[in-house]
């Protein structure tokens, strides 16, 4: 059989993408790569002034989503389809990482974490996989985990990291039970990447800079990675570059976890 080349096996040409917490950080990165390749995007995100600045309202379009709530979700996927015809690949990437410490941690806190960080995947993964089940023609599912699903990054992360194992344990399984659909179904575990989230992190006084130094002295590359990074690495595993790949994490950490 003649081999794909290059170009074929990285083009998303006639495919749909949907990446949650596209509209900005990482969610943003792996827009612009699917986009690039030439699938349509739609950014499913909660804020909309953002999103909409992030959309084209071609093939990159905008839906006011909250990923933690059921009858989003459903609008999500149902949206997607109306505007592109169908749905190829979701990219789960909608997280927040909020820091407190357990002792003073509330149940609220736990659960809000839990919903938008987990809940979520699991809902996205049901919505979007009955569409592709129902095309017939398989499709991927990627998971933006953390390397916190495999080794705490720092205190005040309990019920993140918590969420974060929970997405690479629902990602092994859900690539179990999708790939007789072939559907497939990884993960990618990001290191320290500069965000809009992670500067919000900075505490109250500090710069981002000062803030990032203490975490760059532990990283083997000296370097925070860019969305780009990411958005690399899914337009690697939502292509045919990845053809034989489910129920795997690629971890994108420039070696944190060495260290
Ligand atoms: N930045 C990092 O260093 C890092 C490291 C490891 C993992 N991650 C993971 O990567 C993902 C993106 O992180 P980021 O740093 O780009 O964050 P960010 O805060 O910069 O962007 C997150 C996006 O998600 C959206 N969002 C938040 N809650 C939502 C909800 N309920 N429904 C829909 N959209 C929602 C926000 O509006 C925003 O556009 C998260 O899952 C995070 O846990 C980030």
Redesign the pocket.
């Known amino acids: 059989m003649k081999q794909k080349s290059i170009s074929e096996l990285m083009n998303l040409g006639g495919k749909t993408a949907i990446v949650?917490?596209?509209?900005?950080?990482?969610?943003l990165g792996i827009v612009s790569r699917l986009a690039e390749a030439g699938a349509n995007v739609l950014i499913?995100?909660?804020?909309e002034k953002?999103?909409e600045k992030s959309a084209d309202g071609k093939r990159v379009k905008f839906l006011k989503?909250?990923?933690?709530k059921e009858e989003?979700v459903k609008k999500m996927v149902e949206v997607a389809v109306k505007e592109f015809g169908g749905l190829d690949i979701v990219v789960n990437?909608?997280?927040?990482?909020p820091q407190k410490h357990v002792s003073e941690m509330t149940k609220e806190d736990f659960d809000k974490v839990m919903s938008?960080?987990l809940r979520?995947v699991f809902l996205c993964t049901r919505e979007a996989s009955k569409q592709m089940i129902s095309q017939g023609r398989g499709g991927k599912i990627i998971n933006?985990?953390?390397?916190?699903a495999l080794h705490p990054s720092m205190i005040g992360l309990a019920h993140?990291d918590a969420s974060?194992h929970g997405v690479w344990g629902f990602t092994k399984n859900s690539a179990l039970e999708l790939a007789e659909h072939k559907i497939w179904v990884n993960a990618i575990?990001?290191?320290?990447?500069?965000?809009?989230?992670?500067a919000?992190m900075s505490p109250a006084g500090a710069s981002m800079e000062k803030f990032l130094a203490a975490f760059l002295a532990k990283i083997p590359m000296r370097r925070i990675?860019e969305?780009d990074d990411?958005g690399k690495v899914a337009l690697f595993l939502a292509s045919d570059l990845s053809s034989y790949m489910t129920g795997s994490q690629i971890v994108v950490d420039g070696g944190v976890l060495l260290s």
Do not use: C, H, Q, R
């Open positions: 949650t917490g596209g509209a900005m950080g990482i969610g499913a995100d909660l804020d953002e999103g989503t909250d990923v933690s989003d990437n909608a997280g927040i990482y938008v960080n979520s933006i985990t953390s390397i916190d993140y974060k575990a990001p290191g320290g990447i500069a965000t809009p989230g992670v919000k990675g969305p990411i």
